[in-house]
């Protein structure tokens, strides 16, 4: 059974930087979203292990970085700089691509990640 | 960008009853549209693929229709284990999986 394991929860101060992580595949492309407290899901982009190709979406371009370490299949989400905003549970997914089939059918457990002075 | 719309926001129905969740999209996304459910404090599960694929494992009950820019989710039957916040997702465009606002459904 593939699963995704992601870092446990943070507790930052705004400016601080935070490096959090997915581990569990390294040969699909890896998205990473976000959901605010009592929020929806938003999309932030997706990257591939293998080679670090990135698609970021346009709303958190700049704010965020993916990376990647493919001999140990883990996709990473950093920030240089955490604000208050940045508070949420942030969800790694494993992208599948079969013909018309483009899904997220496996999902890591989520990071909390809280950012309060 | 492509903009998916929900409605309704919430809703609440009885066990047994069936419910109708819709999703619009801003631009046409052929049937690349997935629906997920997610339970509080858990992470989402994938329902519906390809706007009418159901996956493995999950019930009969649960189908999806539509093409263009709207979908509907169907519940036929809702059961307890229902609830949740359901999340319409387009997977047509090149690597940009936006998802609606949600629809959370509460049991009466």
């Known amino acids: 059974e593939v699963k995704l394991v992601q870092s446990g929860a943070e507790v930052k101060k705004p ?7 997915c581990k569990g595949s390294a040969n699909r492309w890896i998205a990473w979203v976000r959901q605010m407290p009592g929020k929806g899901l938003e999309w932030m982009g997706i990257i591939y292990p293998g080679d670090s190709e990135t698609k970021y979406s346009p709303s958190f371009e700049g704010h965020v970085t993916f990376s990647a370490d493919k001999s140990t299949s883990a996709a990473y989400l950093q920030w240089s700089s955490l604000k208050t905003s940045d508070t949420a549970i ?12 483009r899904t997220f ?13 | 960008d492509i903009q998916m719309t929900q409605s309704p926001s919430s809703l609440s129905a009885s066990v047994g009853d069936r ?14 549209l997935n629906w997920y ?17 159901l996956p493995d494992g999950v019930p009969l009950r649960f189908s999806g229709s539509g093409s263009g820019t709207d979908f509907t ?3 036929s039957g809702l059961q307890p284990e229902d609830f949740g916040t359901y999340y319409c997702q387009d997977s047509n465009s090149t690597f940009m999986f936006t998802f ?3 629809t959370k459904v509460e049991i009466k």
């Open chain 1, 15 to 21: 400016g601080e930087s935070l490096k959090i992580s």
């Open chain 1, 90 to 101: 942030y969800y790694c997914a494993r992208l599948t691509m079969r013909g018309v089939r």
């Open chain 1, 105 to 117: 059918d496996v999902w890591g457990q989520g990071t909390r990640v809280i950012v309060s002075s």
């Open chain 2, 19 to 32: 419910v109708t969740i819709t999703c619009r999209a801003s631009q046409t996304i052929s049937n690349y």
């Open chain 2, 37 to 53: 459910q997610q339970r509080p404090g858990s992470a989402p599960n994938l329902v519906i693929y390809a706007a009418s694929s």
């Open chain 2, 73 to 75: 989710l169907t519940i």
């Open chain 2, 100 to 102: 609606g606002q949600g």
